[in-house]
């Protein structure tokens, strides 16, 4: 018998022993309740809400390195330590304001409490100058609030908006039209025009008060936290000036050494067209804007399993470990769905095809356990892992990318029995067709494609850690459920999980990844849909 007749017969036994019907029982080892025995624990108060780089999140990742231990998988990242293991490690850094004050004899005002700023400033020292009240800061035509003031060096306290008159117009074009002196991005012209006239920094004064002015301030502090966004590489920040603080009318008058009624008197008189001629008011003030970096230390958690006779081709299967941590409020989010439901769903599907293995049904592709980090911030840990693989992403055949599976959108509440599929067809018209053939045989729940149009308003194909792997032509599919009443909320708790729901996805995503690993051809790359 020849060489290549031993060979073929071999693979033709090979092939016949990875039956869909070996398939079947090992799926049955992913239930309802093995994925709450691992839930309670990862979505537990106790880990805080998983933020990224977080002690929490660092548990979470320990515990599934665990599992992964426990069932044979291999630790292949290599940290520089010459040690392998199961955490591939990387860093994210963040730009943030650290100490943040404006001080009026000796009497420090609280960032976001007292004051908050417009644009971005970075005052890294205590700064003392002179300050002088230049009304609204305006020069236009023959308005000029900057005529008989020399501003060289020192900061300048601007009412916010423009004059306007007892009966509605508006000083400027005397007309009830504002004009480019109003609204909210009027102070970035009040800004220019200071800096221009030699002003070191501005103040504006607010209109808001009670609750609005409380409301300002939160929407204030979230667009400072979008200035303080992570980043897989260090940002060098060049801030342009374009900032000011924003106070009180209160803090005004403390800076000015006046009254806060002596302060509405000149701006009323300033909205009937006349100017005072006394000297104007002035003052001094220290304050500070630190910009800081943090480092962010944070890790994917991969768990390897060797093929057989393919096992240079690899397999990813991935959900994000992490969720948003607490809120500033104190309140815990605990992110069962988002992503707990990911992340125990990859613990059961390795557990299944260790069993296999065990049995000597060990898949022919090799299959990479990948619970990544980064994904509320950016998709980053994906992003790491596409970057700096662990195997080569040219023998990558496909992601299959969990997130959020353990609920019910308010479209399907009547209708549990679904999982929207999202971006099997995109790249490989074969993926489709063996999710599609694997639903229909085992698991037959309604697979939605409403979100995989690429004219879906919400572009969910471009939201989770799958796309990184897109991006680099790999094929994959997206499980999810939908969006709920609790999404990145602390209500995101396990009693809300539905497992008896979960279980059969989670099934659907063990036999789509047992035809890919077990089928004699690589699914093809065929198609390149938007």
């Known amino acids: 018998m020849t060489k ?37 624990i990862i979505a537990s108060d106790s880990l805080e809400g998983r933020d990224t780089g977080s002690p929490g999140q660092k548990k979470a990742a320990e515990y599934v390195s665990k599992y992964f231990k426990s069932y044979g998988l291999q630790p292949i990242a290599d940290n520089g330590d010459g040690v392998k293991s199961y955490l591939q490690k990387y860093k994210l850094y963040k730009r943030s304001y650290g100490d943040v004050y404006v001080k009026i004899d000796g009497k420090k005002y609280a960032f976001n409490k007292d004051f908050y700023l417009n644009g971005l400033l970075s005052i890294p020292e205590e700064t003392e100058t002179p300050i002088v009240l230049a009304g609204y800061g305006i020069e236009e035509g023959s308005y000029n609030d900057y005529a008989t003031l020399d501003v060289t060096g020192k900061s300048v306290i601007l009412f916010e908006g423009e004059p306007k008159s007892e009966d509605g117009k508006y000083l400027l074009n005397n007309t009830t039209e504002k004009t480019k002196w ?109 910009r800081i970096t943090e480092i962010v230390n944070t890790e994917n958690v991969a768990g390897f399993m060797e093929g057989t006779d393919k096992k240079d081709e690899v397999l990813v299967i991935s959900a994000h470990l992490d969720h948003i941590g607490i809120s500033a409020n104190g309140e815990i989010n605990n992110g069962a769905d988002d992503d707990g439901s990911g992340t125990v769903s990859i613990v059961e599907i390795a557990e299944a095809f260790s069993k296999a293995k065990a049995d000597g049904k060990g898949p022919r592709r090799s299959i990479l356990f990948l619970n990544v980090t980064g994904e509320e911030k950016g998709l980053f840990g994906s992003e790491y892992y596409s970057e ?31 999982v929207y599929v999202i971006g099997a067809d995109k790249l490989s018209s ?44 790999i094929p994959v599919i997206f499980y999810f459920t939908g969006v709920h ?12 999980i539905m497992f008896d729901k979960q279980a059969p996805i989670v099934k659907l995503v063990f036999y789509t990844a047992w035809e890919l690993a077990n089928r004699e051809e690589r699914i093809k790359v065929d198609s390149h849909k938007e």
Do not use: C
């Not at 929407?219 to 966004?229: D, E, I, L």
């Not at 053939?437 to 799958?466: C, G, M, Q, W």
């Open 4 to 40: 290549n007749i031993l060979a073929g017969m071999f693979l033709m036994l090979s092939t016949l022993s990875y039956s869909q019907d070996d398939a079947t029982k090992y799926a049955e080892s992913i239930t309802a309740q093995d994925l709450k025995k691992h839930l309670v």
């Open 485 to 496: 009443e609790d999404y990145h909320r602390p209500g995101d708790d396990v009693e809300k």
């Open 388 to 418: 700096n693989p662990l195997l080569p992403l040219e023998n990558t055949i496909a992601d299959l990318n969990i997130d959020m599976i353990g609920r019910v959108d308010e479209v399907h509440k009547n209708d549990p029995k679904y």
């Open 430 to 473: 074969e993926l489709h067709a063996i999710s599609e053939e694997a639903n229909k045989k085992y698991i037959n729940y309604k697979l939605d494609y409403t979100f995989n149009d690429p004219k879906d308003p919400n572009r969910f194909y471009y939201r989770s850690d799958h796309y990184n792997f897109a991006k680099k032509n």
């Open 182 to 290: 109003s609204g909210p991005l009027s102070w970035q012209q009040k800004v220019k025009l200071a800096l221009s006239k030699g002003a070191k920094f501005i103040f504006i004064i607010t209109d808001k008060s009670g609750e609005d002015l409380d409301k300002e301030i939160r929407q204030r502090a979230v667009m400072a936290r979008r200035f303080s966004s992570p980043t897989l590489k260090p940002v060098q920040e060049s801030p342009n000036g374009m900032a000011s603080f924003v106070i009180m009318p209160e803090m005004a008058a403390s800076l000015l050494k006046t009254s806060s009624q002596k302060l509405s008197k000149i701006k009323s008189d300033l909205d009937k067209g006349s100017k005072s001629t006394a000297k104007p008011l002035t003052g001094k003030a220290s304050f500070k804007a630190e």
